[in-house]
C-alpha cells in the first residue's frame, strides 16, 4: 500500500497460515486479513555524503537499519527518500508490541541524536508504539566519517 500503514501478515504474524493450491484450483472461503501498524520512521543525517562514497574495496558502504522482534525475526528498514543531507527509512510496525531498533555499520562512524557515537557493532533502541500514541515512534541518527580502513 502506498505511505505503508499495514502489516505484511506472513512477516509479523507469529504463525501465518498456508494454503496450496494446485494448478487451476481455486480458493474459496478463505480471506486475507491484514491489520493497520505504525511507520517507524529512521532519519540517518549525512550531509558530507558518506553513504555514497566508495569504501577503500570498491563496494558502497554498509549501513543496517531494522527492527528485532521478540522472536528474533530482524525486519529491515527500507530508503522511503533521500536528499542532499541524508536518507529517511521507514518500516511499517505492529502497535503494542515491544520491539529493538537496530542500526549499525562496519563501515561508517555513527552517533545518535545526541551525538554521541554508537559502536561499530551498532546501537539497539527499544521501543514500543501503543494503541493510544498519537505520533508513530521516529529516531535520527548522523554519519560522522568512516571506520578506520574504510
Do not use: E
Not at 500503514?5 to 480471506?31: E, F, H, R
Amino acid at each position: 500500500m502506498p505511505g505503508g500503514g499495514y502489516l505484511d501478515p506472513c512477516q509479523w504474524s507469529g504463525q501465518p497460515v498456508k494454503i496450496t493450491l494446485a494448478a487451476g484450483q481455486q480458493s474459496t472461503g478463505n480471506a486475507l486479513t491484514i491489520s493497520t501498524g505504525s511507520t517507524l520512521k529512521v532519519r540517518v543525517d549525512d550531509p558530507q555524503d558518506f553513504l555514497g562514497k566508495k569504501a577503500a574495496d570498491g563496494r558502497d558502504p554498509h549501513l543496517m537499519v531494522g527492527v528485532w522482534q521478540v522472536t528474533g525475526m530482524f525486519y529491515p528498514l527500507h530508503i522511503d527518500s533521500k536528499d542532499k543531507g541524508g536518507a529517511n527509512f521507514q518500516v511499517t510496525v505492529p502497535l503494542d508490541t515491544p520491539l529493538k531498533l537496530h542500526v549499525s555499520s562496519p563501515d561508517l562512524k555513527i552517533a545518535d541524536s545526541n551525538g554521541a557515537p554508537i559502536p561499530s557493532a551498532g546501537d539497539q533502541q527499544p521501543f514500543q508504539h501503543g494503541s493510544s500514541d498519537v505520533n508513530p515512534k521516529s529516531f535520527k541518527y548522523s554519519v560522522t566519517g568512516v571506520q578506520p580502513g574504510h
